[in-house]
């Protein structure tokens, strides 16, 4: 079968700075683009950069790269074209387990010179092969076929919770979460509360737990001892800001998160950024364009025991670009487009990576059908030793899930939801219960809110 090679492109943050003088360095400047970790066979890899200082107009530089087979690096000059400094790495180099690369770009007119990753050889950028990924083939996706929920997990009328629709806004809550006695928590961010009913009970009256401000698209986290997380941004200046909050929803503290809202930081925050427990309790967020390019990160900021962060720690201790999945597991999950590519993307790929750096898992989801079409998906989980993903999948303008319970050998389950969100959504509407079922929120004006479960298998 004849085989079609597309392109992996690499992009990076390049700092130029003076050599042999004291001037003080430029300030780092991101390069718009993405930044591709998992590299499958048959990619053609284009390691790319851009120079976004002021006044350098001709940068030359040379690419460094070997593969986990090799000791040496391999010297490939980086050549100039409109989308800046690139070079192809030779399908000879694209094997083993992994690439690792550098880059020494310089401003002949000026004398100055960058390298990237800064420390070179010694802390080189990388990304893993996928050479023993487990291939995933959807075909095409057939529409209206979704599952039936095994049960109702939380139910409340169109009277009982917030929807606004107006000009400018048009959406109600947004998001929840499931504690692990199997309790249902909806984020009512519209009448600044949540709302919580107990295990079992989908009919019952909730509880109210007030929130200390309006929240409408700010993201949630249960923490110990009955507490919640909320995130809250103020405009001005832009900051984000985390409450924890006693169960009751008096503030137990609340700290400035270590990012800025827009611009071009290394640490972007937004209203939306997500909150997320790793698999020992300390809580993360979300942060975009990372150090090393377009690329997000998981920045601690809470201790399991609910105590908070300091901002250089949750700097310091940032994954980039890891999910923490599991104690000793790290996840990377990537949606691949071809460069140049007119149409919406058709691959998912996901790799879970060890203390060591090494490839445990990989799998590949295929389909013919156009994935995205929905404002935000699911956070990848682990459930027991498989990896669950709701992948969107989009025909006209019809939108579904995809579920997967992805195990070692390829598709332990599959079946489609329908998206079932009224107006925008910027949170997530799936969520991975304690007991390793998967609940959706389902949202109406005219019919109020309900929460499902579905089992997994």
């Given at each position: 079968?004849?085989?079609?090679?597309?392109?992996?492109?690499?992009?990076?943050?390049?700092?130029?700075a003076p050599t042999g003088s004291s001037a003080p360095a430029a300030q780092p400047l991101l390069v718009h683009g993405g930044i591709g970790h998992l590299i499958a066979s048959g990619d053609r890899v284009e390691i790319g950069y851009q120079v976004y200082t002021a006044h350098v107009k001709?940068?030359?530089?040379?690419?460094?790269?070997?593969?986990?087979?090799?000791?040496?690096?391999?010297?490939?000059?980086?050549?100039?074209?409109?989308?800046?400094?690139?070079?192809?790495?030779?399908?000879?180099?694209?094997?083993?387990?992994?690439?690792?690369?550098?880059?020494?770009?310089?401003?002949?007119?000026?004398?100055?010179?960058?390298?990237?990753?800064?420390?070179?050889?010694?802390?080189?950028?990388?990304?893993?092969?996928?050479?023993?990924?487990?291939?995933?083939?959807?075909?095409?996706?057939?529409?209206?076929?979704?599952?039936?929920?095994?049960?109702?997990?939380?139910?409340?009328?169109?009277?009982?919770?917030?929807?606004?629709?107006?000009?400018?806004?048009?959406?109600?809550?947004?998001?929840?979460?499931?504690?692990?006695?199997?309790?249902?928590?909806?984020?009512?961010?519209?009448?600044?509360?949540?709302?919580?009913?107990?295990?079992?009970?989908?009919?019952?009256?909730?509880?109210?737990?007030?929130?200390?401000?309006?929240?409408?698209?700010?993201?949630?986290?249960?923490?110990?001892?009955?507490?919640?997380?909320?995130?809250?941004?103020?405009?001005?200046?832009?900051?984000?800001?985390?409450?924890?909050?006693?169960?009751?929803?008096?503030?137990?503290?609340?700290?400035?998160?270590?990012?800025?809202?827009?611009?071009?930081?290394?640490?972007?925050?937004?209203?939306?950024?997500?909150?997320?427990?790793?698999?020992?309790?300390?809580?993360?967020?979300?942060?975009?364009?990372?150090?090393?390019?377009?690329?997000?990160?998981?920045?601690?900021?809470?201790?399991?025991?609910?105590?908070?962060?300091?901002?250089?720690?949750?700097?310091?201790?940032?994954?980039?670009?890891?999910?923490?999945?599991?104690?000793?597991?790290?996840?990377?999950?990537?949606?691949?487009?071809?460069?140049?590519?007119?149409?919406?993307?058709?691959?998912?790929?996901?790799?879970?990576?060890?203390?060591?750096?090494?490839?445990?898992?990989?799998?590949?989801?295929?389909?013919?059908?156009?994935?995205?079409?929905?404002?935000?998906?699911?956070?990848?989980?682990?459930?027991?030793?498989?990896?669950?993903?709701?992948?969107?999948?989009?025909?006209?303008?019809?939108?579904?899930?995809?579920?997967?319970?992805?195990?070692?050998?390829?598709?332990?389950?599959?079946?489609?939801?329908?998206?079932?969100?009224?107006?925008?959504?910027?949170?997530?509407?799936?969520?991975?219960?304690?007991?390793?079922?998967?609940?959706?929120?389902?949202?109406?004006?005219?019919?109020?809110?309900?929460?499902?479960?579905?089992?997994?298998?």
């Open positions: 079968m004849k085989r079609t090679l597309t392109t992996l492109m690499i992009l990076g943050v390049l700092v130029v001709s940068p030359v530089g040379v690419l460094y790269v070997r593969n986990s087979l090799k000791k040496n690096f391999e010297r490939l000059p980086l050549k100039r074209s409109a989308g800046g400094l690139r070079a192809v790495v030779p399908k000879r180099l694209v094997q083993g387990s992994k690439l690792v690369y550098y880059a020494v770009i310089s401003d002949p007119s000026s004398g100055r010179s960058a390298t990237l990753p800064r420390r070179g050889s010694r802390s080189p950028a990388s990304a893993w092969i996928l050479d023993r990924a487990v291939i995933v083939r959807l075909g095409s996706h057939r529409f209206g076929h979704t599952r039936a929920p095994s049960g109702i997990a939380a139910r409340a009328g169109a009277g009982s919770v917030g929807f606004e629709n107006n000009e400018r806004y048009q959406f109600g809550p947004q998001t929840f979460l499931v504690g692990r006695d199997g309790s249902v928590w909806l984020h009512d961010g519209l009448n600044q509360r949540l709302l919580v009913w107990p295990a079992g009970h989908p009919d019952a009256a909730p509880r109210v737990i007030p929130l200390p401000f309006f929240a409408a698209e700010n993201d949630i986290a249960l923490g110990p001892a009955g507490s919640v997380y909320v995130t809250q941004l103020l405009r001005d200046p832009p900051r984000l800001l985390l409450y924890r909050l006693s169960p009751a929803g008096k503030v137990l503290w609340k700290i400035r998160l270590a990012g800025d809202y827009g611009g071009e930081s290394t640490f972007v925050l937004g209203s939306n950024s997500p909150l997320r427990l790793g698999p020992d309790g300390t809580l993360y967020c979300l942060a975009f364009m990372g150090l090393a390019g377009d690329e997000s990160g998981w920045m601690p900021v809470a201790t399991p025991s609910g105590r908070p962060i300091a901002a250089a720690a949750q700097r310091r201790g940032t994954h980039w670009p890891f999910q923490p999945a599991a104690p000793g597991l790290r996840l990377l999950a990537e949606t691949y487009t071809p460069p140049n590519a007119d149409t919406a993307p058709h691959e998912e790929r996901f790799a879970l990576i060890d203390r060591r750096g090494h490839l445990v898992r990989a799998w590949r989801v295929l389909s013919r059908t156009d994935f995205g079409g929905l404002a935000k998906q699911m956070t990848p989980e682990l459930v027991g030793h498989d990896l669950v993903v709701a992948l969107p999948v989009t025909g006209g303008t019809t939108s579904e899930y995809v579920v997967l319970r992805l195990g070692v050998h390829g598709v332990a389950s599959r079946f489609s939801l329908p998206y079932a969100m009224w107006g925008s959504s910027l949170l997530p509407d799936l969520r991975i219960g304690a007991d390793g079922a998967l609940y959706q929120l389902a949202s109406s004006p005219a019919t109020g809110v309900v929460i499902s479960r579905y089992s997994l298998g």
